[in-house]
């Protein structure tokens, strides 16, 4: 069965420093997403892609945070830098949004990032 | 504000029982609502998604039910196993294809 993949799974890390995380979604899917979960919280989105072009990047901080999809297939998020308040799971899901899935979202593994 | 709210304590009962897990929603108009399963350290998993013109949802021994008016969404997994001991996630469609999801109710089923 077709899954999402993610890498690291675990990223340790030091502030200030900067980090990388990789998607590579479902072939055939042209929405991806990424997600930042805090333990004991439901996932936020940091920005949605259709294809290589960003839908939606409002909750993502700009100042630090970068994410590309140039050619609409695999995926990545940068941090940099970062800091304490990064430690998190950053989920990358995917969906093929059509009238019959209504978007049900494939989610990978995720990258468990803690900065030190 | 908008907000999705889903009961932050866990919920512990016993095997053979029917599990109702609530979800509660404001200032949102959601087009459907879809349940997911997370397991400690791994992404959700898709479980059910409802639409807003449909009262109820079945599959297998979940079932989802859904009142706009209410603006709430309960989950029930019936005949329940320890084996669905994991934290269940709502999502609302906001529109755009995204989803917002609720914080997640830790669901712990005791043999």
């Known amino acids: 069965e077709a899954e999402v993949a993610q890498s690291p799974r675990y990223k340790i890390t030091e502030k200030s420093q900067a980090v990388a995380f990789w998607c590579d979604p479902i072939?055939?899917?042209?929405?991806l997403y990424w997600y930042r979960q805090i333990l004991g919280q439901g996932p936020e989105l940091l920005v949605q892609?259709?294809?290589?072009?960003?839908?939606?990047d409002s909750q993502l901080p700009k100042d630090r945070f970068s994410a590309e999809r140039l050619k609409g297939v695999d995926s990545t998020l940068k941090i940099q830098p970062a800091e304490l308040g990064d430690s998190a799971m950053y989920l990358c899901?995917?969906?093929?949004?059509?009238?019959?899935?209504?978007?049900?979202?494939?989610f990978g593994p995720g990258t468990r990032l803690t900065v030190l | 504000s908008q907000k999705i709210e889903q009961n932050s304590e866990a919920l512990n009962i016993q095997e053979g029982k029917t599990a109702t897990l609530t979800c509660n929603y404001t200032n949102y108009s959601p087009a459907y609502l879809q349940w997911y399963r997370q397991d400690p350290g791994r992404g959700p998993v898709f479980l059910l998604l409802i639409r807003e013109n449909e009262k109820e949802k079945r599959k297998e021994r979940l079932k989802v039910t859904f009142d706009t008016t209410l603006k709430q969404s309960l989950f029930h997994i019936t005949a329940s196993q320890p084996a669905d001991s994991a934290t269940y996630l709502c999502?609302?469609?906001?529109?755009?294809?995204?989803?917002?999801f609720g914080g997640g109710t830790r669901l712990m089923v005791k043999p």
């Open positions: 072939s055939g899917h042209a929405t």
């Open positions: 892609f259709q294809d290589e072009s960003v839908v939606d």
């Open positions: 999502a609302l469609d906001v529109g755009g294809n995204m989803l917002t």
């Open positions: 899901a995917s969906s093929l949004v059509s009238p019959e899935t209504r978007n049900e979202q494939f």
